[in-house]
T-cell receptor, first 116, second 113 residues
């Protein structure tokens, strides 16, 4: 039973380019969360999605960042016109549900984005 | 706004010692508290989840406790081993109707042989 998959594992972009990060949740999980870990900082919540719906994007920067979780396929975190400050590890997590033990989140290996 | 603090930031112990990692949170209205392990350059591995109605959870040499009234959780590691060396993160899941975790900055543990 594969865990949460993220790709690419490492991504290098020049300033101004676009970055697309993909996340496939665990089998049977329909709740997806994105977190960002900046150097020397803790993980910060960005966005929570269910299939075809953004439930909470309160942690996502208002500009340049967007997320989706289509009916078919992986969840995508998209960063337009990247800047050096976007360099970080981006983690995706999934859960079976939102109550009790079903709310336990399982994390992927992360995508390490470097902006040059 | 929920804030999670972990003390100490770093800990170095010889193999075989029992140790305690501390986590405190400002908003006691939490739903769950989760402890994770993160190895350098890797993702997070869930260790233990304590639901708000529970006081502790155990898995092997790990025991996590939760005291909502005082806003504290502890992770106890018995008979530490070099393979336990990693960063340990606690995360509080506030009551919103769905699950978004607020993380502490972690405790970096080094167990020397």
């Amino acid at each position: 039973n594969a865990g949460v998959m993220q790709n690419p594992r490492h991504l290098v972009r020049r300033r101004g380019q676009e970055a697309r990060l993909r996340c496939s949740p665990m089998k049977g999980h329909s709740h997806v969360y994105w977190y960002r870990q900046l150097p020397e900082e803790g993980l910060k919540f960005m966005v929570y999605l269910q299939k075809e719906n953004i439930i909470d994007e309160s942690g996502m920067p208002k500009e340049r960042f967007s997320a989706e979780f289509p009916k078919e396929g992986p969840s995508i975190l998209r960063i337009q016109q990247v800047v050096r400050g976007d360099s970080a590890a981006y983690f995706c997590a999934s859960s079976l549900g939102t109550s009790g033990r079903a709310s336990e989140q399982y994390f992927g290996p992360g995508t390490r984005l470097t902006v040059t | 706004k929920q804030e999670v603090t972990q003390i100490p930031a770093a800990l170095s112990v010889p193999e075989g010692e029992n140790l305690v990692l501390n986590c405190s949170f400002t908003d006691s209205a939490i739903y769950n508290l989760q402890w994770f392990r993160q190895d350098p350059g890797k993702g997070l591995t869930s260790l233990l989840l304590i639901q708000s109605s529970q006081r502790e959870q155990t898995s092997g040499r790990l025991n996590a406790s939760l005291d909502k009234s005082s806003g504290r959780s502890t992770l106890y590691i018995a008979a530490s081993q070099p393979g336990d060396s990693a960063t340990y993160l606690c995360a509080a899941d506030i009551i919103t109707g769905y699950s978004t975790l607020t993380f502490g900055k972690g405790t970096m543990l080094l167990v020397s042989p």
